[in-house]
């Protein structure tokens, strides 16, 4: 399968993939026994990026980094590319454990709080009968690198071997604890979920079809969670608009020179 070229985002690149084109290079990677981060980027991830440079780094050296939200999609438009989907994990992690039933390879999950991705595990294999979960781990432990906790669970994940690790810990927290953490990991393939479990196991109400099936998955997200998701969304999607138009007008500037 051809690779298309990386989409520059704010200095982060960002595979135009399809969920088929997804599922294709993760299982290349797991049946040629490669080791890959298949990390996801939004409008939020990219703020940050734009801030923190380790994590920016960290992004760019990922073996594919695919589009989870409308505002990425928008902003190659305007940089004058294009992106065939975006890959949400509320509907996506569903996709994933059908095709990971049907491929054979194990996952194991690490993140949110105490039972929730053992839920989020149960209620996947209640749809899917023979999909390899082969463990699940909340994230609320001390994951200061070389802590007692930190090993106990590195050490969990290893006797596992599993095919694909999940973490979901939140933006910027499962990034940077990949980046600390990852060549000690012996899994295949690892992404980064975001509150991927606590959508799963239902723990997380998901905003209206009407908002989420067109694109506005943010606006859906700050009904749910008002609070703690207004900054992200109300300061933060306008600030992610601006950098995409300086960087459009940068652009233009270049070529005009």
């Not at 990677?29 to 440079?53: K, P, Q, S, T, Y």
């Not at 039933?101 to 989020?120: C, T, Y």
């Not at 050490?155 to 910027?172: C, H, S, T």
Request: charged share 25%; net charge positive; glycine share 10%.
């Amino acid at each position: 399968m051809p690779v298309r070229e990386k989409i520059n985002v704010l200095g982060v690149g960002v595979d135009p993939l399809t969920v088929e084109e997804l599922h294709e290079r993760m299982l290349a990677f797991v049946e040629n026994g490669d080791r890959a981060l298949v990390l996801h980027a939004n409008a939020h991830g990219l703020n940050l990026a734009c801030r923190d440079e380790r994590l920016r780094g960290f992004l760019n050296g990922a073996q594919i980094v695919f589009c989870d939200g409308a505002g990425v999609m928008l902003a190659a438009r305007l940089l004058g590319r294009r992106i065939p989907e975006r890959i949400t994990y509320a509907d996506w992690a569903w996709k994933l454990a059908a095709f990971a039933e049907e491929r054979g390879f194990s996952l194991f999950f690490l993140g949110a709080r105490p039972g929730v991705a053992e839920k989020a595990a149960r209620r996947l294999v209640y749809r899917f009968p023979k999909l390899r979960i082969a463990g699940a781990e909340h994230g609320y432990f001390d994951r200061t690198p070389g802590s007692a906790e930190n090993e106990a669970v590195i050490k969990k994940i290893n006797a596992a071997r599993p095919d694909v690790l999940l973490v979901g810990f939140g933006m910027p927290l499962q990034e940077l604890w990949l980046a600390e953490n990852w060549e000690k990991v012996d899994a295949n393939v690892a992404l980064t979920g975001g509150a991927v479990f606590d959508y799963v196991s239902g723990e997380l109400r998901r905003g209206p079809p009407f908002l989420t099936d067109h694109g506005l998955e943010s606006v859906a997200r700050l009904m749910v969670e008002p609070r703690r998701m207004w900054r992200r969304y109300v300061v933060g999607n306008p600030l992610f608009l601006l950098r995409v138009l300086k960087q459009r007008l940068g652009r233009g500037a270049a070529r005009r020179a």
